[in-house]
């Protein structure tokens, strides 16, 4: 039976409430770390607006840190790729967590959990938090959940990585609510954006969006009796062999229900692999699945389109390539648009004049490289929706051409170069920031690597 912690979470937030003391960082405490440990239950740690480098920042139970104006972009927390950023281990009280970033965390080795935040055995609340550009060697490059009661409302996972499993968030059994959040750019060999075991969360009003899940599920994969219900959220334009939207395997039995998956990369919307489990638990209402390269449906679940109000018709995004997913007027998603009279996606009407038909993901994309630090090689990824020229090039941070590992045309679909940290003369490069960056006829991108010696 699901605890409802979120209520909970809620009422012990209000202002006033048994909070004994509020320390201030930096004024009355110098670190974070510092003002954490001087806090009693029920204490504030408020963090004034700037930049904190710290890591491996340990959590007391029964507190609440929080950014001074709340809003995530005003305080980061930075680890600066030498470990994780916050450790909550054992916290048997509610603790909460407002307005922060959390970023740059990094746990290399392929037995660790939580590039950026690890939750053991704790009931903890997270809320307008960011979770960023953290890795993990095995599992939750931004978010790895154990045996914990873990609340999130109006979080954004982006650009995390992990190895193995759950580029944005990993969560084993447990308790877990994920409201409103953003899932976007992460990359995982399984689950990029929500890798899910043993514990069926709530995840309501969410979007994954460009998610790169390597083998199964691009936005979200489940195993071993994990069994959500995920409600209103839209899934759009994530990459998986299996499963671009969701994948979900054996004893595993979702319940969607006003969702989007649309424009999945490779595999199709949702997978099941029933291995042995119920093919007619997975249930799917009211939710339209469109444009996935892979079909809607794949595995030993039947089509489920024209049954419980499912669809397959374009959901009239306003401006996809640009990544708005709010839904023009007239789109079948909006409620009076589709039989279930009901809104499906996370996204409500936000323009006035029908798109085309016939959308496509946005262009040439330049994803996040493995490894990142990396010594003394890495690999620069990157895809392509159609055949075409692309010149990939490495710059220093003084912006000096370090080398240029491309410059050809390449096939539509997913590519890698490798970087084994030399110059164009074939000169080991000293330790430091480099940036890559990709040229094609429809623009530049870049990204940021760092090599450690």
């Known amino acids: 039976m699901r605890v409802v912690i979120g209520s909970l979470f809620l009422l012990l937030l209000l202002p006033g409430q048994l909070s004994a003391r509020t320390w201030h960082v930096p004024a009355e405490a110098p670190t974070i770390q510092a003002g954490i440990d001087s806090s009693a239950v029920n204490d504030v740690v408020e963090i004034a607006s700037g930049f904190y480098f710290e890591h491996d920042i340990v959590m007391k139970s029964g507190i609440t840190l929080r950014g001074e104006t709340t809003q995530a972009p005003d305080v980061t927390i930075d680890a600066a790729w030498q470990g994780r950023v916050l450790i909550c281990e054992d916290l048997d009280q509610a ?56 609340y999130l409302e109006r979080c954004r996972f982006i650009d995390n990585e992990s190895y193995m499993s759950g580029g944005g968030m990993y969560i084993n059994l447990g308790d877990i609510e994920v409201l409103h959040c953003l899932f976007e750019t ?66 595993s039995y979702p319940l969607l229900e006003n969702c989007i998956i649309a424009y999945s990369i490779d595999g199709a919307g949702l997978h099941y692999d029933g291995n042995g489990g119920d093919t007619t638990r997975v249930h799917v209402e009211c939710c339209d699945l469109f444009g996935n390269e892979g079909g809607s449906y794949s595995g030993w679940i039947e089509d489920q389109t024209g049954i419980n109000g499912n669809i397959n018709a374009d959901p009239w995004f306003c401006d996809l390539p640009l990544g708005d997913i709010t839904l023009a007027t007239g789109s079948p998603c909006l409620p009076a648009g589709n039989d279930c009279s009901v809104l499906m996606g996370a996204w409500s009407g936000g323009c006035s004049i029908a798109p085309a038909t016939e959308l496509v993901l ?44 491309a410059d050809r045309t390449f096939e539509r679909g997913s590519h890698s170069e490798p970087w084994d940290g030399r110059d164009a003369a074939g000169r080991d490069v000293p330790s430091g920031t480099y940036f890559a960056r990709m040229a094609t006829a429809d623009g530049v991108q870049t990204s940021k690597l760092m090599l450690l010696r």
């Not at 603790?95 to 704790?122: E, H, K, Q, W």
């Not at 010594?375 to 000096?400: C, E, K, M």
């Open 362 to 405: 946005a262009g040439p994309r330049l994803e996040s490289s493995y490894p990142n630090p990396f010594n003394p090689a890495t690999n620069i990824a990157f895809s392509l929706i159609r055949p075409q020229r692309v010149t990939l090039a490495l710059y220093d941070i003084q912006g000096r051409l370090v080398t240029i590992l």
């Open 186 to 251: 992460n990359i995982s060999t399984d689950g990029a954006g929500i890798f899910c075991q043993r514990t069926s969360p709530l995840i309501e009003w969410c979007t994954f969006l460009n998610n790169d899940g390597l083998f199964f599920g691009g936005a979200i994969y489940l195993q071993v009796e994990a069994s959500p219900t995920i409600r209103n959220c839209s899934l759009v334009g994530n990459q998986a062999y299996l499963g671009g939207g969701i994948m979900t395997v054996g004893d």
């Open 95 to 150: 603790t909460y967590f407002m307005g922060l970033t959390f970023s740059c965390g990094r746990m290399p080795d392929n037995a660790d959990y939580g590039g950026a935040i690890l939750c053991v055995n704790s009931t903890v609340s997270f809320t307008n938090c960011d979770i960023v550009d953290s890795y993990s060697g095995y599992a939750g490059g931004g978010l790895a959940s154990s045996s914990s009661q873990v």
